[in-house]
Nanobody, 121 residues
Framework: QVQLVESGGGLVQPGGSLRLSCAASGSIFSINFMAWYRQVPGKQRELVATITSDGSTNYADSVKGRFTISRDNAKSVVYLQMNSLKPEDTAVYYC???????????????WGQGTQVTVSS
């Protein structure tokens, strides 16, 4: 079992910045893939950014040029630096990890509990 603990959410004014962190702990052999999603009430959860084990990244069009995803493999932590925030970025942000617990075993998924980001003046 893997636990994900998120931090860094909060209230920020438009144009401001926040940095989200997500630390993974538990039975981890390797982390294949890490990502951030977000969700607003009444809408489906949407993918914000992804990062693979070799550091390749991908972003939703709505956040390109403003958000940066990174990871610290030694600490099993993924970050989301969010700059130039807009009111439409307001959502609950969820961390996601795909991992294996032992060599040559199936990939497993784990989700964080979510952290609220509110962009408002």
């Amino acid at each position: 079992q893997v636990q994900l603990v998120e931090s860094g959410g909060g209230l920020v004014q438009p144009g401001g910045s926040l940095r989200l962190s997500c630390a993974a702990s538990g039975s981890i052999f390797s982390i294949n893939f890490m990502a951030w999603y977000r969700q607003v009430p009444g809408k489906q959860r949407e993918l914000v950014a992804t990062i693979t084990s070799d550091g390749s990244t991908n972003y939703a069009d709505s956040v390109k040029g403003r958000f940066t995803i990174s990871r610290d493999n030694a600490k099993s932590v993924v970050y989301l630096q969010m700059n130039s925030l807009k009111p439409e970025d307001t959502a609950v942000y969820y961390c996601y990890v795909r991992y294996t617990s032992r060599p040559y075993t199936q990939l497993r998924d784990s989700w964080g509990q979510g952290t609220q980001v509110t962009v408002s003046s």
